[in-house]
């Protein structure tokens, strides 16, 4: 009896996580980009023919994104910075930004191992960065969505679209 019961709690308890597992399949390759200052690990989204950035686009004008694809972005700074110009401690946070036409606001977030933007309102409370960067077109699209970083910061591309997020360490 005493097998009987304990077999059922195991499948009780393994039953929920496995399939929130196969609810939280990555659907996109993955890549960790870095630098002397940082690190940032994402999901590689392609276009596939898709309207990217508009009103009605794959990603919105003026609503919350994960910066990729499955898990919400994560941003290792390896020390202070300025981070599309505000000061930012060392630690690790979640990317989110909200895409609009001419800029594009930043986000960096303390909750981390988010899932998409999906949660994003109940985690609002503890952004720890609300900034802009500009936009520019780039004149050939890119088709996997692609984060560069260098030495004067974070480069975010996809579709036709470039964002470029000033990163500085403190003098």
């Not at 952004?127 to 996997?144: N, Y």
């Amino acid at each position: 009896m005493k097998q009987i019961i304990t077999l059922a709690f195991l499948l009780l308890i393994t039953i929920p996580a496995t399939f929130a597992q196969k609810n939280k399949q990555r659907a996109s390759a993955h890549e960790t980009v870095k630098n002397s200052l940082m690190s940032v690990t994402y999901g590689r989204p392609n276009k596939k023919d898709r309207v990217i950035f508009a009103d009605k686009g794959l990603v919105p004008f003026g609503q919350v994104w994960r910066t990729g694809a499955d898990e919400a972005t994560e941003v290792t700074l390896n020390k202070g910075c300025m981070f599309a110009g505000r000061q930012v401690n060392a630690g690790t946070y979640t990317l989110f930004t909200v895409p609009g036409t001419k800029e594009w606001r930043i986000i960096l977030n303390k909750k981390l191992g988010q899932w998409g933007a999906y949660d994003y309102e109940k985690v609002k409370d503890q952004d720890i960065l609300d900034g802009t960067a500009q936009v520019s077109k780039l004149d050939k699209a890119v088709e996997t969505f692609t984060i560069e970083l260098k030495e004067d910061g974070m480069y975010l591309k996809w579709d036709n679209t470039q964002v470029f997020i000033p990163v500085k360490p403190f003098n």
